[in-house]
């Protein structure tokens, strides 16, 4: 089972990941966790590079380097750890680049998304995303005093283009993908993120 977090910067979703990896080792199950960009020697490196508060780096560059990232992660981890039976969990995988290369930057349209990330994953897609929504008001008052990196930097105005890109996503993918409500207290949205993956893994089993 691979299962991706997607969101905003400041939506919440890496703290919900992580609570989620915690109640299903708890119960037993064997999960492997992963990050974009990064996760491989190779794509920290590319992290470094992209997140640089200092760094200049074309839309287009962006896109490519998110995605050479990608293709390392999934071949060397991903599809290895999911051949071996165990559950993935990503915080972000290609929904992101839809969202804040296509849908921020402008440099990739939705049909041309699918087969560009077909060509980086070999194919491979996860098989619940989770795409925790938070206004983006809401997501830079939770990120107030804390170091922003070259993309958290962006205006409001590119996140909300991302924001909106994440909404088109949800209703491009529906038996993919389900925006959660990320408002409400931490474990109300865990809950509603442990019935989306608890009816998965019963409808897999």
Not at 15 to 34: F, K, P, S, Y
Not at 67 to 82: C, D, G, K, Y
Not at 112 to 117: G, L, P, Q, S
Request: charged residues 25%.
């Amino acid at each position: 089972m691979f299962l991706s977090f997607e969101g905003i910067d400041g939506s919440g979703k890496t703290t919900q990941a992580a609570r989620l990896v915690e109640r299903l080792r708890a119960a037993g199950r064997r999960v492997v966790t992963v990050r974009e960009p990064g996760g491989t020697p190779l794509g920290e490196q590319i992290r470094a590079l992209l997140l640089d508060p200092a760094g200049d780096v074309s839309a287009r560059a962006e896109l490519l380097l998110f995605s050479a990232a990608r293709a390392q992660l999934t071949e060397r981890v991903i599809a290895p750890a999911l051949a071996d039976g165990a559950i993935v969990v990503a915080d972000r995988f290609y929904d992101s680049t839809t969202a804040y290369q296509g849908h921020g930057r402008g440099v990739l349209g939705p049909d041309a998304a699918d087969a560009f990330h077909a060509l980086v994953t070999g194919g491979l897609a996860p098989d619940l995303t989770i795409i925790v929504d938070v206004e983006v008001q809401t997501a830079r008052q939770r990120r107030s005093g804390s170091a922003n990196d070259r993309i958290e930097a962006a205006d409001a105005a590119f996140h909300a283009r991302v924001r909106a890109g994440y909404h088109a996503i949800a209703a491009r993918h529906p038996e993919r993908v389900s925006l959660v409500d990320g408002d409400g207290p931490t474990d109300a949205v865990s809950a509603v993120i442990d019935a989306l993956v608890s009816a998965r893994l019963r409808a897999a089993a």
